[in-house]
């Protein structure tokens, strides 16, 4: 069965540092992987995903992420973080395939908190 | 367009009774979902409807019904409510479309059962 680990409840980044989360999956082939993120009483928001191709993939609001196979790794990264950026951040895998249909594996999320 | 919308957004029932939480999108998706979220365990998946005529069951369908009304609309339904069932209830919808499976999400209905 798929899963997906978050390793990390709570993280606090001062703001204007980088900010790197970390998202581990278990899957016997490549996934479909994404991040989303949640703030305070909202639902959840994509923020970026990988389907296949270049392994460094471009979101919104600043956020990259970066596909490591050999580790089976997708952590999502930002350069400077802003306070705008506290929130909760999933991690999500969905198994590879042509039939249009997948069903999402949520991580169980890192708490995002940013300090000034 | 609204997106996913949910009623209600809150509600407080008493154990064993009953409440229809209601979803519906306008993007014309196919594929729509009901998780919950509670703290520390992520979402999990209780029912979907891949297209519109069938329902399955996720991850955690026990207590639970749902109903694809139509197209645009998707019910999660509690007989008997339970205090384990206190929770934040998510719809999300998706375009059933080869290699494009972004799950849009509704604002939740946050329910709490005495």
């Known amino acids: 069965a798929q899963s997906v680990t978050q390793p990390d409840i709570h993280i606090t980044v001062s703001e204007g540092a980088s900010l790197e989360l970390r998202c581990n999956y278990s899957y016997g082939a490549t996934p479909y992987l994404f991040w989303y993120v949640q703030s305070p009483g909202q639902g959840l928001q994509l923020l970026l995903k990988?389907?296949?191709?270049?392994?460094l993939v471009q979101g919104i609001k600043g956020f990259e992420a970066e596909f490591k196979r050999s580790q089976s790794s997708f952590n999502l990264r930002k350069p400077s973080v802003h306070w705008s950026d506290a929130a909760e951040y999933f991690c999500a895998v969905a198994p590879s395939g042509n039939t249009g249909f997948q069903k999402l594996v949520f991580g169980t999320g890192t708490r995002l908190l940013v300090s000034p | 367009n609204a997106g996913v919308t949910q009623t209600p957004k809150f509600q407080v029932l008493k154990t064993g009774q009953s409440m229809t939480l209601q979803c519906a999108q306008d993007m014309n998706h196919n594929s729509m979902y009901w998780y919950r979220q509670d703290p520390g365990m992520g979402l999990r998946l209780i029912y979907y409807?891949?297209?519109?005529?069938?329902?399955d069951k996720g991850e955690v369908p026990n207590g639970y019904n749902v109903s694809r009304l139509n197209k645009r609309e998707f019910s999660l339904r509690l007989e008997s409510a339970a205090p384990s069932q206190t929770s934040v209830y998510f719809c999300?919808?998706?375009?059933?479309?080869?290699?494009?499976?972004?799950?849009?999400f509704g604002p939740g209905t946050r329910l709490t059962v005495l």
């Open positions: 409807s891949a297209s519109e005529g069938t329902t």
């Open positions: 990988y389907f296949s191709g270049d392994t």
């Open positions: 999300a919808s998706s375009i059933r479309d080869r290699g494009n499976n972004e799950q849009f």
